[in-house]
C-alpha cells in the first residue's frame, strides 16, 4: 500500500518561512513526478509546485520566486521550502506522487500565516 505522510506545517507570522516535507513508502520504483498542491477553505485545490524525476520544476506563479520544491526521486521524497508568506498562503497542503498509472495523496498539512 502506497503511502505519503507529510510534515512540515504549522503557524508562522507573515514573512516568515517553513518547510514541508513529504515522504512515500510502499511504492515499487520512483515516481513520475511528486508534487504539493493545497485548499484553503471554501476554495478548490490547487497545483503549487512540481518536480519531475527528470529534475525538471515548475511553479505557480503566486508562489513564483517565494517557494521551491526540491527531493530526491529515486528516495521518493519532496519538500517545499516556503519564505515570504502572506496570509493568502494559508491552506492545507497536500504532497502527490503520480505514476504511470495514477495518483496518490498524503493527508495534508495545515500551514496558518498570521497578518
Known amino acids: 500500500q502506497v503511502q505519503l505522510v507529510e510534515s512540515g506545517g504549522g503557524l508562522v507570522r507573515a514573512g516568515g518561512s517553513l518547510k514541508l516535507s513529504c515522504a512515500a513508502s510502499?511504492?515499487?520504483?520512483?515516481?513520475?513526478?511528486m508534487a504539493w498542491y493545497r485548499q484553503a477553505p471554501g476554495k478548490q485545490r490547487e497545483l503549487v509546485a512540481t518536480k519531475t524525476s527528470g529534475e525538471r520544476t515548475t511553479y505557480a506563479d503566486f508562489v513564483k520566486g517565494r517557494f521551491a520544491i526540491s527531493g530526491d526521486s529515486g528516495q521518493n521524497t519532496a519538500y517545499l521550502q516556503m519564505n515570504s508568506l502572506k496570509p493568502e498562503d494559508t491552506a492545507v497542503y497536500y504532497c502527490?506522487?503520480?505514476?504511470?498509472?495514477?495518483?496518490?495523496w498524503g493527508q495534508g498539512t495545515q500551514v496558518t500565516v498570521s497578518s
Open positions: 502527490n506522487g503520480r505514476t504511470s498509472l495514477k495518483d496518490f
Open positions: 510502499g511504492i515499487l520504483g520512483s515516481f513520475v513526478a
